[in-house]
């Protein structure tokens, strides 16, 4: 009986599992029976797609983003070498032509050269200026006096034949120092043309210098484009490491040249100055000598008037007549020697003036000034900065003058013609601009071209973002047609697209050409008549029914 009752457990345990493995079985089937009808009513359900037609392309446009620059109106360079003492202006300050901007001094705080000719010639001035007053108020008392003498012409008549013979030594004596201060005259061009030859040679040997490094620096430069095409080919660390110690050694080599120009740089600079000082100086020298020379020739002639009169006084000539016209030609004699020293001492006062404005003109040459009226652009030195002819302290830019820069790839920038005409983005509308210059280097860090558009007289704001659409120069022959670049599928070793068959997609292999913005230029593998899918097609596999989209 316990068996019996044992047995009896057995059965209905195995029939309560046996009941649960059929019952679970059951469900999962029609589980799986309903996913695979699901799947196969999706994938016979049309996909949505836009189609186009290829079309033709005769012109290409890239779209850009571009900033306002004004436009330099002028580069501030000085005239002279100094260091600079004050700084007056600052950016985006309104300024006149001929305003003071800058302030120059001599090196180590000392006086320039300039302004100590300067003071040696107000000096020389002031002192021709006394001399010349002198001389005007001697000759007002001199014609007072010459009254006088008029009536004791007759009496000094008599001792004029003593001095005829001392006339004739000074006459020799004068003519003498004429020819000797000629000599020396001729002896200091020589001179004077000899040092300048020298000058000018030493500045000579100093270009030669600057053109030789040069040469070396520009060598080094193409050694490093070199290295870093060889550095980018490569993709071994420890030869990059290697390439990148060479690159490093060509550039200290550019950095130890570059030292060396400056110097020579500055080395020319001072021969220029030292050159442009010794003229000047040389210059006075001879205007110098060239006053002695007048001096005596004025001496030379006054003698000569001497010897006439005194000769009319003894009578020894025709036209002496009697002790009055004695007397009247020692008055006009007398007239003529205030002339004279008169005109010496104008002749005199002009050369020291000629001299102060030559002085002047170089002392201002400390003062650098606006060449032009505008607004105050970069201001590039500060107080104690060493400056020469050569280098820009500021730019003056125009208020009412812009342009756009706008940076584009290398392979846009090669279509891009100087002179074409850019759609430019204001408000509402699109207004045409011709393009300035397309830069012949791209950027070192962006690798961008920099392309100038010139803008409209309108109002604009320094570093205001416009866009602008420029016109890309392209080979497209009459027979080319283009699609979207976004309905071609690329892969590693073909690219396919795919057209509408009816109400079915199917995928064809294409041949791609040149890329031209968002559009892309088809070689092979369709005809222009062909409907392209361009929405919607990753989502397509060949043979896939489609619903052609109303939008």
Same mark, same amino acid.
Not at 205 to 219: A, F, H, M, S, V
């Given at each position: 009986?316990?068996? %019996?009752?044992?047995? $009896? ?82 950016? #985006? ?7 003071? &901007? ?93 040092? $300048? ?23 080094? &430069? ?40 400056? *110097? ?15 003229? +000047?100086? $040389? ?5 110098? &000598? ?8 004025? =001496? ?7 010897? %006439? ?18 007397? @009247?030609?020692?008055?006009?004699? @007398? ?30 040459? $400390? ?86 558009? +010139? ?19 392209? +080979? ?29 997609? @199917? ?9 031209? #913005?968002?559009?892309?230029?088809? %070689? ?19 043979? =896939?029914?489609? *619903?052609?989209?109303?939008?």
């Amino acid at each position: 009986m316990k068996f %019996l009752r044992y047995l $009896l457990y057995f059965i209905i345990i195995a029939g309560i599992i046996a009941a649960g493995i059929a019952f679970f079985t059951s469900n999962n089937g029609v589980e799986t029976n309903e996913n695979e009808q699901n799947q196969v009513q999706a994938d016979e359900r049309p996909v949505k797609v836009t189609t186009v037609t290829p079309e033709q392309v005769e012109k290409f446009y890239i779209d850009a983003l571009g900033t306002v620059q004004s436009k330099i109106q002028a580069e501030i360079m000085p005239s002279t070498s100094g260091i600079v003492s004050e700084i007056l202006i600052s950016p #985006g300050q309104q300024v006149n032509e001929g305003q003071i &901007l800058f302030r120059l001094k001599g090196n180590n705080n000392t006086s320039h050269p300039s302004e100590r000719q300067l003071q040696i010639a107000l000096e020389n001035l002031n002192q021709a200026q006394i001399n010349y007053d002198s001389t005007v108020a001697n000759n007002q008392v001199a014609a007072q006096v010459s009254e006088l003498e008029l009536q004791s012409a007759i009496n000094q008549a008599e001792a004029a034949s003593l001095n005829v013979q001392q006339i004739n030594q000074n006459i020799q004596g004068v003519r003498d120092t004429i020819q000797i201060l000629n000599d020396s005259l001729e002896n200091t061009i020589e001179k004077n043309t000899t040092t $300048l030859a020298k000058s000018r040679s030493d500045i000579d040997d100093l270009i030669i210098q600057i053109n030789e490094l040069q040469d070396q620096k520009r060598g080094i &430069l193409i050694d490093i484009d070199e290295l870093d095409d060889e550095f980018d080919d490569t993709e071994n660390p420890e030869k990059q490491a290697m390439l990148n110690q060479a690159i490093q050694s060509k550039q200290e080599q550019i950095q130890s040249l570059n030292s060396t120009l400056d *110097e020579l740089y500055k080395n020319i600079e001072n021969a220029r100055f030292g050159y442009e000082t010794t003229l +000047d100086n $040389l210059k006075i020298g001879d205007n110098q &000598l060239i006053s002695q020379i007048q001096q005596q020739e004025n =001496q030379l002639e006054v003698l000569e008037l001497n010897r %006439l009169s005194t000769i009319e006084s003894l009578g020894l000539e025709e036209n002496t007549t009697n002790a009055l016209e004695l007397a @009247k030609q020692g008055y006009q004699t @007398k007239q003529i020697q205030r002339k004279t020293s008169l005109a010496q001492a104008e002749s005199q006062l002009e050369i020291a003036k000629m001299n102060y404005q030559t002085a002047q003109d170089n002392a201002d040459s $400390l003062l650098v000034k606006a060449t032009t009226s505008g607004i105050i652009g970069n201001v590039n030195v500060e107080t104690g900065d060493s400056v020469s002819p050569q280098n820009v302290m500021a730019e003056i830019i125009s208020a009412k003058s812009f342009q756009l820069e706008v940076g584009v790839d290398i392979q846009a920038a090669e279509g891009i013609i100087p002179g074409s005409t850019a759609e430019i983005a204001i408000a509402d509308r699109s207004v045409e601009a011709p393009i300035l210059s397309v830069s012949p280097i791209a950027d070192k860090q962006t690798k961008l071209v920099n392309v100038i558009i +010139d803008l409209p007289p309108v109002f604009f704001r320094n570093n205001q973002t416009m866009e602008v659409r420029l016109p890309i120069r392209s +080979d497209i022959t009459s027979e080319a047609f283009f699609i979207p670049l976004d309905a071609v599928t690329i892969g590693t070793e073909e690219s396919s697209v795919f057209v509408r068959e009816g109400s079915v997609a @199917k995928r064809v292999v294409v041949e791609l050409g040149e890329v031209y #913005g968002d559009q892309v230029e088809i %070689l092979s593998g369709l005809t222009a008549e062909r409907e392209i899918i361009v929405r919607n097609a990753k989502y397509l596999t060949d043979g =896939q029914a489609i *619903e052609i989209s109303k939008n």
